[in-house]
Nanobody
Framework: VQLQASGGGLVQPGGSLRLSCAAS????????MGWYRQAPGKQRELVAA???????NYADSVKGRFTISRDNAKNTVYLQMNSLKPEDTAVYYC?????????????WGQGTQVTVSS
C-alpha cells in the first residue's frame, strides 16, 4: 500500500500548480484524504483535507486560493493551487486514512517540492 504524489515544481508568484496523489495496493476503503506541507525550519501543517463524501476544510492561509478534490474511483486526491505566494514554498505531503489488511491507519506520501519564486 502506498501513496504516490506528483505535480510539484517551480512557479512564479501568482502562478498555479496542481498536485495529485494516488493510493495503490490492497485497499478496502479510504476515509479522509489531505495535504500537509512543511517549510524549512517549520513544523508540518495541514493545508487542506476532504472527507469521502467530498466535504473539504482548509487552513486559513490558503482559503480562496487552494481547492482540494478527490476521485474515489481512482483513489486519488488533488490540490489545485492558485495565486501562489512565496510563503507557500514547502514540501507538500499527502495523507490518507486507509483500511487495508492490517487495519485502519494514516499513510503518508513521499512529498513533492513546491517552490514559489521569481
Amino acid at each position: 500500500v502506498q501513496l504516490q504524489a506528483s505535480g510539484g515544481g517551480l512557479v512564479q508568484p501568482g502562478g498555479s500548480l496542481r498536485l495529485s496523489c494516488a493510493a495503490s495496493g490492497s485497499i478496502f476503503g479510504i476515509n479522509v484524504m489531505g495535504w500537509y506541507r512543511q517549510a524549512p525550519g517549520k513544523q508540518r501543517e495541514l493545508v487542506a483535507a476532504i472527507t469521502r463524501d467530498g466535504s473539504p476544510n482548509y487552513a486559513d492561509s490558503v482559503k480562496g486560493r487552494f481547492t482540494i478534490s478527490r476521485d474515489n474511483a481512482k483513489n486519488t486526491v488533488y490540490l489545485q493551487m492558485n495565486s501562489l505566494k512565496p510563503e507557500d514554498t514547502a514540501v507538500y505531503y499527502c495523507n490518507a486514512q486507509m483500511t487495508t489488511d492490517w487495519g485502519t491507519r494514516g499513510y503518508w506520501g513521499q512529498g513533492t517540492q513546491v517552490t514559489v519564486s521569481s
